[in-house]
């Protein structure tokens, strides 16, 4: 990608009639200097702007297919633009000097792709405000302290299902981490079928107004029937309870 270090100075040529229109001096950059908007080009004693969509090619020289996109600095609407960026103080937020801007790298639409300052390259994005000094964002994170892997209170041998040599071999592992998981009396019987139809008794009598069909299209009750202990069960283990709930009345 062109750097604007290479482009500075350099002639601008147009193609047409191979005639130097100028050189490179400085460039343009939207307000958040993400995208380079023109060139600033001296040549017959006066400044111009050359817009970046103009230039046809970078290399020793800028190349322009079309000498008449030059402007005069009073016909472009400049405000918010910044210019002159190279050379910049950067700083942390925190007030801490990262050195002068030494260069931008840029696409070849103008997209500003880096900035980069004592040996570090940094997107626009980083960057606060760009003014007389250049302010970088805030990287501080408020760190959340490690929390140590809790140690199992003592070892226990467990037996391993099988052994290359066929005999049975011990290994040693957690005692906790072996335990099985301990289970709430009060949530122990939560999705029985007994407990489910008991959630359920409530439909029990009801009509159905509709087919109840299971999710591979089976009929599980029919229109017009009433509702059982055995259409609950049924509805269950097909997983269809809440058709059963709005189709019954």
Known sequence: ??????????????????????????????????????FILFGDEREQLLPFSAVAAFGDAVMTDDALALMSPYDADRTGLIRSLIGRP??????????????????????????????????????GSFGDALLLKSSARRKTPRVPFPEAKEDAPVRTLAAADGEDTQAV???????????????????????IIAD????????????????????????????????????RRHGKLIDLTLYSR
């Open 1 to 38: 990608m062109p750097c604007l270090s290479s482009v500075l100075h350099h002639p601008l040529i147009n193609k047409e009639d191979g005639c130097v229109l100028g050189d490179i001096r400085d460039a343009y950059f939207t307000p958040d200097c993400r995208r380079i908007v023109y």
């Open 90 to 127: 950067v700083f942390t937020a925190a007030g801490r000097t990262k050195g002068a801007l030494d260069d931008v790298v840029f696409g070849s639409k103008g997209r500003v792709t880096g900035l980069t300052a004592g040996g570090e390259t940094f997107s626009p994005s980083s960057f």
């Open 173 to 195: 592992y957690p005692r906790d981490a072996i335990a099985p998981p301990p289970i709430l009396p009060e949530a122990a019987d939560s999705f029985t079928p007994q407990r």
């Open 200 to 235: 359920y008794n409530f439909l029990i009598g009801r009509t159905l107004e509709r087919d109840i069909l299971s999710f591979a299209g089976e009929r599980l009750a029919g229109k017009g029937e009433r509702v059982t202990v055995r259409t609950v069960e049924t509805a």
